[in-house]
């Protein structure tokens, strides 16, 4: 079965940072470009990041720029995304998700991970 999972999700204060990590079965990242988006309560959902599989190109919205890093783990094999100074606007659901291209219709999504951001 297909499926991507993510993980590392939790409740962070204000200013914190929090990594999540995005984990395959039965297929190979890295022959994917991987995405991040948030789904924030009662918004709509938002691509944050994403990180190409032909030349590791990545790219972030600009609400993140700066405070997020996308990258592969090779070692753990997965996409991981570094969150830091994380604000209250950050909290949302956050997915990952597979594509042939950064910007290209999304072929698997995993669940997602929960982010708190609250004091």
């Known amino acids: 079965q297909l499926q991507l999972v993510e993980s590392g999700g939790g409740l962070v204060q204000p200013g914190g940072s929090l990594r999540l990590s995005c984990a395959a079965s039965?297929?190979?990242?890295?022959?994917?470009?991987i995405g991040w988006f948030r789904q924030a309560p009662g918004k709509e959902r938002e691509g944050v990041a994403c990180?190409?599989?032909?030349?590791?190109?990545?790219f972030y919205s600009s609400s993140v720029k700066g405070r997020f890093t996308i990258f592969r783990d090779n070692a753990k094999n997965t996409v991981d995304l570094q969150m830091n100074s994380l604000q209250p606007e950050d909290t949302g659901v956050f997915h990952c998700?597979?594509?042939?291209?950064?910007?290209?219709?999304?072929?698997?999504w995993g669940k997602g991970t929960l982010v708190t951001v609250s004091s």
């Open positions: 998700a597979a594509a042939p291209v950064c910007g290209g219709d999304m072929d698997y």
């Open positions: 039965g297929f190979n990242l890295d022959n994917y470009a």
């Open positions: 990180i190409s599989s032909r030349d590791g190109s990545t």
